[in-house]
């Protein structure tokens, strides 16, 4: 690859030839692909009349080492974009956007975009913890960013809660199969509004015996966060979709994750078995590396919404970090939890840890505990199953 790569376009701007649902024309020009078969990154050039910008997006980006660069846009002698790079990684998340100055005698109907970045020499070893400051700032840059309307285009709203996370549909789009399948259906049709009495109808819509069903859904972290302020909105429309089923704290952890690829995860539940639950807000709240993060979530539930989601790197980091708080007192409590005997990939990470430690699991006090609500019938769908395969497991193990 060579040390200095160059991404040259001329871009016509065009506005789509139909109108919305509503009535309303279209705010946005049709987004114009901008890449090239030797230059690494994909961009998409818009201008946006609502709130008179031009943005310059890019999404599912691999993210490089850069000594510099320089993004700019022009549309003959007139300015549009002038951006200097300096030495960083580059994108430093893998979807985002440059926004223009405010412009309201935009669009003109061809730009020029000149893209170019001058690669660092290969990082060494020392180059890590540099990294994961980057990344905890951009996690911090992006929390805030979901907090507001504009320039987003979809609000999560999250009854149980009554809070609200904006995001955009391209990105979201970008980043997940199930949204781009969401988003291309009859739902899109139907769910757009400009209505802040219709967004904060469905943010107050929640039954008071709505509540997840599982047992380490970060309800509890939920439940901690303060009430929700309700403020006027900007008159753009935008597209509202109702979360019941995951906790705004899951998916605020995932969202972030999706900008910056930051996350920290919470102990799990099993850990404060019989403790108030108080308990379990003092170490993740020590966990919080800033006060504008999400608290840290269970990385039971970022595997849930990962795998809904389709987001295999985030599947395997919640995994990974299952696996490395697992002792032989918690595992006999997730052996049988309902996450466990719902996922294949989940059980096969504590069924692992279970039959290479079991001498020290079947003497736990908590596998007794286990014992005594299958007694009860206490137990999830899927227990038996787990018990099943723990032991053909443990009989091959023995025969080794």
Do not use: C
């Not at 961009?43 to 691999?62: N, P």
């Not at 846009?73 to 200097?84: E, S």
């Amino acid at each position: 690859m060579p040390s200095t790569l160059t991404l040259s376009r001329d871009v016509t701007l065009q506005w789509p030839d139909r109108r919305l649902s509503y009535g309303s024309a279209a705010t946005k020009t049709t987004p114009h692909q901008v890449e090239s078969p030797d230059f690494p990154l994909r961009f998409q050039f818009t201008y946006d009349r609502e709130v008179y910008r031009y943005a310059l997006r890019w999404w599912d980006s691999v993210p490089m080492r850069i000594s510099g660069g320089r993004i700019l846009v022009r549309a003959g002698n007139k300015g549009i974009m002038d951006f200097t790079l300096l030495a960083s990684t580059f994108p430093s998340t893998p979807q985002g956007a440059f926004y223009s100055s405010k412009d309201k005698d935009g669009s003109p109907s061809k730009v020029h975009i000149e893209i170019s970045l001058s690669l660092a020499p290969p990082a060494g070893p020392t180059l890590e913890p540099m990294l994961h400051e980057e990344r905890q700032l951009n996690a911090v840059s992006s929390a805030m960013y979901m907090s507001r309307q504009v320039p987003h285009d979809v609000a999560l709203v999250f009854p149980r809660t009554q809070k609200v996370l904006w995001a955009s549909e391209q990105s979201l789009s970008a980043a997940s199969p199930y949204f781009k399948t969401l988003f291309s259906s009859d739902f899109a049709e139907n769910s757009t509004t400009d209505s802040f009495e219709t967004l904060k109808s469905v943010l107050t819509s929640a039954k008071s015996d709505e509540t997840s069903s599982s047992e380490d859904s970060d309800d509890e972290t939920d439940a901690s966060l303060p009430p929700a302020r309700f403020e006027a909105l900007p008159n753009v429309p935008f597209k509202l979709v109702k979360i019941t089923d995951t906790s705004y704290t899951t998916y605020a952890n995932v969202l972030v994750w999706l900008r910056s690829r930051y996350i920290a995860f919470a102990p799990l539940s099993s850990s404060f078995k019989g403790a108030p639950a108080s308990t379990r807000l003092t170490p993740l709240k020590a966990l919080q590396s800033d006060p504008a993060l999400p608290l840290p979530s269970s990385p039971k539930s970022v595997y849930r919404l990962a795998h809904l989601l389709s987001l295999t790197s985030l599947s395997s980091l919640a995994l990974d970090n299952l696996r490395t708080q697992l002792t032989p007192s918690k595992a006999a409590y997730e052996l049988y939890s309902s996450t466990v005997t719902t996922y294949p990939a989940v059980r096969d990470v504590v069924l692992d840890y279970v039959v290479e430690h079991w001498a020290e699991v079947v003497e736990s006090s908590s596998l007794r505990e286990m014992e005594e609500r299958a007694g009860r019938e206490e137990l999830p769908v899927g227990a038996a199953q787990t018990g099943i395969v723990l032991a053909r497991r443990l009989t091959q193990k023995g025969k080794k």
